[in-house]
């Protein structure tokens, strides 16, 4: 609030704007806010350094999809070295320990994905999915111990071991946001309501001309999380590898998956499957805090949002895109 206040009052009274600039330089010394009011470029270069950082980083995954693992613990380091408190150094770092994984035997495997966790405790992408990785080595220690390689059964696409495919008659666990602690829970022993009427489909009033939506809110038993892309020239390889770690780390035992349709202008990448508009509001409040971390876009070239199945199978293109997010903002 200190600096809007000084942005309010700068250039029309100088005294109070100095006094609000002096509180953000004294109380937030290290925010983005008393950097920009050091340096007015600032953003700008941030801006820039990030996607250097996320071009780079796209570079590296490059060469992980090729297999080009001496090439992966290369350039990891380098970048590791050069931005080392960079929001995507755990990423590179876990880029470099499967590659690792890949080319030797446990040990080396081991070191590398605890190093992680102690460098990294708060990171919410990758630290989850490596703390995962590790109680199931530390299960299977003494196979691990026999093989090779470390990493021969690990799928490179999907963060996760061959083995721990959930079976298919196993149901998935409610979802939990992964930010609780920070949200206040209802007691344990509070009454539930009985049940949730099923919602009426929207009653469309339209203008004179205006055509009705062809959307329902209609309740389904199959809703969608998906970040739409728009720019259908961009590879997002690894922003879809992001969405796997995440998924996996932060909800294993849900098996969600993720989906790519490629539109004329758009690329939808949709996170399946929720079974209530709840659950999917729950997972979207959990991704969207790291989401810039995962796409390693630029922020102005996607949005997000929730759409049932039924829904989603009528988006064709750009224009079905931006009237559903209408009809979304109007009926939800």
Do not use: W
Not at 22 to 30: A, I, N, S
């Amino acid at each position: 609030i200190y600096y809007s206040l000084y942005l309010n009052y700068k250039g029309i009274e100088e005294g109070k704007a100095n006094e609000y600039r002096q509180l953000v330089l004294t109380k937030f010394p290290e925010s983005n806010f008393a950097k920009t009011i050091i340096d007015p470029s600032y953003s700008a270069k941030q801006d820039e350094l990030e996607n250097i950082i996320n071009q780079n980083y796209n570079k590296v995954f490059e060469a992980y999809a090729k297999k080009d693992y001496g090439m992966v613990v290369k350039q990891s380091n380098e970048n590791i070295a050069a931005y080392p408190n960079n929001d995507l150094a755990a990423q590179y770092a876990y880029l470099k320990a499967i590659a690792i994984g890949r080319t030797s035997k446990v040990d080396p495997l081991l070191i590398e994905l605890n190093s992680i966790t102690t460098l990294y405790p708060n990171d919410l992408i990758i630290t989850p999915l490596v703390k995962d990785h590790l109680k199931y080595i530390e299960a299977n220690l003494e196979e691990f111990k026999q093989r090779r390689v470390a990493l021969i059964d690990f799928d490179s696409t999907e963060p996760r071991f061959a083995n721990q495919a959930i079976p298919a008659d196993v149901k998935p666990k409610p979802i939990e946001n992964i930010n609780a602690a920070t949200v206040t829970k209802p007691a344990e022993n509070a009454a539930k309501p009985i049940g949730k009427p099923a919602e009426k489909p929207v009653e469309i009033k339209t203008e004179t001309g205006k055509p009705a939506s062809i959307f329902s809110n209609a309740t389904s038993n199959t809703y969608y999380y998906v970040v739409d892309v728009e720019d259908a020239s961009l590879t997002l390889s690894s922003s879809r590898f992001g969405i796997g770690q995440f998924n996996r780390g932060n909800y294993p035992d849900n098996d969600l998956a993720h989906k790519l349709v490629e539109l004329d202008n758009d690329q939808l990448i949709y996170v399946t499957s929720f079974v209530d508009m709840e659950d999917a509001k729950i997972y979207e409040e959990s991704i969207k805090g790291q989401l810039k971390n995962i796409m390693k876009v630029p922020a102005n070239k996607y949005k997000s949002f929730i759409i049932s199945k039924e829904n989603f199978e009528k988006i064709t293109d750009r224009t079905r895109i931006n009237e559903y997010l209408e009809f979304y903002k109007n009926n939800y």
